[in-house]
């Protein structure tokens, strides 16, 4: 099992530019999650799914959009990139909401210049 | 406001020593995890706690949930260089329909040799 993959590793953005972080997991889990993880401040959710179709917000989703067509992805989407969206971005998915186990993927490296 | 206080946010140790990592809120939560980040990589669950007072041992670790349910704390006995990394707590909170998981901002931890 692959479990969470996410797509890319490493990206340099310019200020301005838009682009897309995927993820996807193979374990049939229903809840996913965005979370960005900066030094010293923990991680903070961005965005979060309950299953396809349905997204809500977390407590830091200004500047990102989110969509969830099939349970398996889950893509999150910068629009107009600024240099506070400079983090790593962590998607992770779980079996039950707030309470399970959740899997990460091995998180993407972004960096706006 | 930070809703659950992790300390130290840093320990540097010599090999051999122990330590001891502290999760504190002054809310409870229905149960806490932990997770252990490895360079490079998202964080993986290393255990959940969920009744008040359980002692859970893996290893040379030991976890344990206060007895109500605010507080939890990582003990690690002669620690190793291989345990060098971020620990991150997560406490799970019932919010109605809503669950959700509130991370401490995680504590770093270098073992020298």
């Known amino acids: 099992n692959a479990g969470v993959t996410q797509t890319p590793k490493f990206r340099i953005l310019k200020i301005g530019q838009s682009m897309t972080l995927q993820c996807t997991q193979d374990m049939n889990h229903n809840y996913m999650y965005w979370y960005r993880q900066d030094p010293g401040m923990g991680l903070k959710l961005i965005y979060y799914?309950?299953?396809?179709?349905?997204?809500d917000k977390g407590e830091v989703p200004n500047g990102y959009n989110v969509s969830r067509s099939t349970t398996e992805d889950f893509p999150l989407r910068l629009e107009l990139a600024a240099p506070s969206q400079t983090s790593v971005y962590f998607c992770a998915s779980s079996y039950l909401l707030g309470t399970g186990e959740l899997f990460f993927g091995e998180g993407s490296r972004l960096t706006v210049l | 406001t930070q809703l659950l206080e992790q300390s130290p946010q840093f320990l540097s140790i010599q090999e051999g020593e122990n330590l001891t990592v502290y999760c504190n809120s002054s809310?409870?939560?229905?149960?806490l995890q932990w997770y252990r980040q490895e360079p490079g990589e998202g964080p993986v669950l290393l255990v959940t706690v969920v009744t008040g007072g359980e002692v859970k041992k893996l290893k040379r670790l030991t976890f344990q949930f206060g007895d109500a349910r605010k507080d939890s704390s990582l003990h690690i006995t002669a620690a190793q260089p291989g345990d060098t990394g971020p620990y991150l707590c997560?406490?799970?909170?019932?919010?109605?329909?809503?669950?959700?998981?509130?991370w401490g901002l995680g504590t770093s931890l270098a073992v020298n040799p």
């Open positions: 809310s409870v939560f229905s149960s």
């Open positions: 997560a406490g799970a909170r019932n919010a109605g329909n809503n669950r959700k998981l509130i």
């Open positions: 799914s309950v299953g396809a179709g349905i997204t």
